[in-house]
């Protein structure tokens, strides 16, 4: 009897530990080799617009911000605040965005805001809310629909993708990061609360929009 129960001891234990290392790995905590595009022979395409006029490129600009962005440990939680901009410390994945675009030269809220109320049909709105809009995640897939670089959403296509790179799922968004898995496949800088900030996780959910921030307002299709 006691071997029975020493017995099932351990396969309790064995249990326990498949159980932790099942959720470390789906959730990007265990240790692995992280590849840059050198790796696989993919050249970053800069830019040639310098927004904001510091000697980096857009797209450099836009990695950067939603790098340091996720270095501060953003707290998450979804609340709706009275001047549109979060003040309290917690944020939501529509966060990182805004903050990127604005390390680059961009003021996203007033885009987003002049295009809602300039064609408020495009975006399915019956109430304009600026205090609000621009943090939605529907709302900025019609923006980038209409105005910037539209991509593959395959992310085994990995030369497609780069650093500076916004992907869109139905639910969710996120910055493309420029390191990638053994794969090719890149890596995602976003703001769940529940993974990693910037981690393997690109393909987790279903991809339905991959934007590169050439801004053309010229192009409303």
């Not at 790995?25 to 595009?37: A, E, G, Q, V």
């Amino acid at each position: 009897m006691e071997k029975f129960l020493r017995f099932g001891n351990i396969i309790v234990l064995v249990l326990i530990l498949v159980l932790v290392f099942i959720a470390l790995d789906h959730f990007n905590y265990l240790p692995s080799k992280i590849f840059n595009d050198s790796d696989f022979d993919i050249e970053f395409i800069k830019s040639e617009n310098d927004t904001d006029d510091d000697g980096v490129d857009d797209y450099t600009d836009i990695l950067n911000g939603a790098r340091e962005f996720v270095e501060q440990e953003p707290k998450y939680k979804s609340a709706y605040y009275s001047d549109g901009y979060p003040d309290d410390g917690y944020y939501v994945c529509t966060d990182v965005i805004w903050y990127a675009l604005q390390e680059a030269g961009y003021d996203f809220k007033t885009l987003i805001d002049e295009d809602i109320r300039n064609n408020k049909e495009d975006y399915d709105i019956d109430i304009q809310d600026t205090n609000i809009d621009f943090r939605r995640v529907r709302n900025i897939k019609v923006f980038l629909d209409k105005y910037t670089e539209k991509l593959t959403t395959d992310a085994k296509d990995v030369s497609a993708w780069q650093g500076g790179d916004i992907v869109v799922y139905e639910d969710h968004i996120g910055i493309v990061s420029d390191k990638r898995n053994g794969d090719g496949i890149s890596y995602i800088i976003h703001h769940d609360g529940h993974h990693k900030y910037e981690e393997d996780g690109l393909t987790r959910k279903k991809i339905i929009g991959h934007y590169r921030f050439n801004l053309n307002m010229e192009n409303d299709s």
